[in-house]
């Protein structure tokens, strides 16, 4: 089970490095900030996978995509890591530990949840940037202008994101059971 979570973990982490270089690679200088492709796997691990492994891909995609690719600038990673760090941790609290993935629209309550703390977790950084290191970051005004920059994104999240969490829980991949009735046919 472990083994299967954390390869369903490496393949998020894989698309969070690779999606924002699809768009990129598209021509489109701002990209990121519309279509918020890094976002994608790291709400869906969260969502399907919980809060830890949430957390921990909403961390390292971020600085391995700065590292490797340059992508968030330097500036900028850290503050995308607390705000990603957000959406994996909150998805992931709502829908695995705290069931709302059994409530109806249960899928569409974890995945907002987790979009409005992590932005007032990212506003919150930006101001506690600006405060203790006298960094010009714009605090909650960014924050409102990523937000209405990223609707094609934010579309798209609440468009596929349920529905594919939805088919990866009935496809009991990660499911104890799973090993069982696979073996056994």
């Known amino acids: 089970m472990k083994t299967r ?6 393949l998020c982490l894989a698309m969070a490095l690779l999606l924002p270089q699809v768009f990129h690679l598209l021509g489109m200088a701002q990209a990121g900030q519309i279509f918020l492709p890094m976002h994608i796997p790291v709400l869906m691990g969260g969502l399907v996978l919980g809060w830890k492994y949430g957390a921990f891909l909403g961390m390292m995609a971020p ?11 330097a500036e900028r990673v850290i503050f995308m890591m607390v705000e990603l760090m957000s959406y994996g941790a909150v998805g992931g609290f709502l829908y695995q530990e705290h069931n709302v993935k059994n409530l ?6 974890a995945l907002i949840s987790a979009m409005v703390i992590g932005r ?9 940037g600006t405060a203790l290191f006298s960094l010009h970051l714009g605090g909650f005004p960014i924050v409102w202008g990523a937000v209405i920059t990223g609707i094609p994104g934010i579309c798209i999240q609440l468009i596929f994101l349920p529905a594919l969490t939805g088919i ?7 499911h104890e059971s799973y090993a069982t009735t696979f073996h056994s046919k």
């Open 63 to 73: 600085l391995l995509s700065c590292l490797f690719t340059g992508m968030p600038s």
């Open 168 to 174: 990866i829980e009935k496809g009991g991949y990660l």
């Open 104 to 109: 109806p629209f249960g899928g569409y309550i």
């Open 120 to 128: 007032l977790v990212y506003g919150f950084a930006l101001v506690l």
């Open 5 to 10: 979570k954390m390869t369903f973990e490496a």
